[in-house]
Nanobody, 122 residues
Framework: QVQLVESGGGLVQAGGSLRLSCAAS????????MGWYRQAPGKQRDLVAT???????NYADSVKGRFTISRDNAKNTVYLQMNSLKPEDTAVYYC????????????????WGQGTQVTVAS
């Protein structure tokens, strides 16, 4: 089994910054892509940013230039530095990992974290 544990959410004023972290642990052989998604009340879960094991990144247009995704492969951890936050960034942020598990047959699965609330006050 694999667990993803997020931290770093909270309440911040517009224009402020937050840094989210997500650590993966358990029976992990290797992690391909890691990413952050968010879901506002009454809306679908949307992509925020992803990063591959080699460091290639992809961002939603709405966060380009303000958010930065990074990862520490040795720690199986992904980060999201969020600057110049806006009220419309308010959502529950979820971590996602596309990985291979240890085993006689290495199974590829995607896991989600439990989510962390980010609230940006105007």
């Amino acid at each position: 089994q694999v667990q993803l544990v997020e931290s770093g959410g909270g309440l911040v004023q517009a224009g402020g910054s937050l840094r989210l972290s997500c650590a993966a642990s358990g029976s992990i052989f290797s992690i391909n892509e890691m990413g952050w998604y968010r879901q506002a009340p009454g809306k679908q879960r949307d992509l925020v940013a992803t990063i591959t094991s080699s460091g290639s990144t992809n961002y939603a247009d709405s966060v380009k230039g303000r958010f930065t995704i990074s990862r520490d492969n040795a720690k199986n951890t992904v980060y999201l530095q969020m600057n110049s936050l806006k009220p419309e960034d308010t959502a529950v942020y979820y971590c996602n990992a596309d990985l291979y598990e240890f085993g006689y047959i290495r199974v590829r699965r995607k896991y989600w974290g439990q989510g962390t609330q980010v609230t940006v006050a105007s």
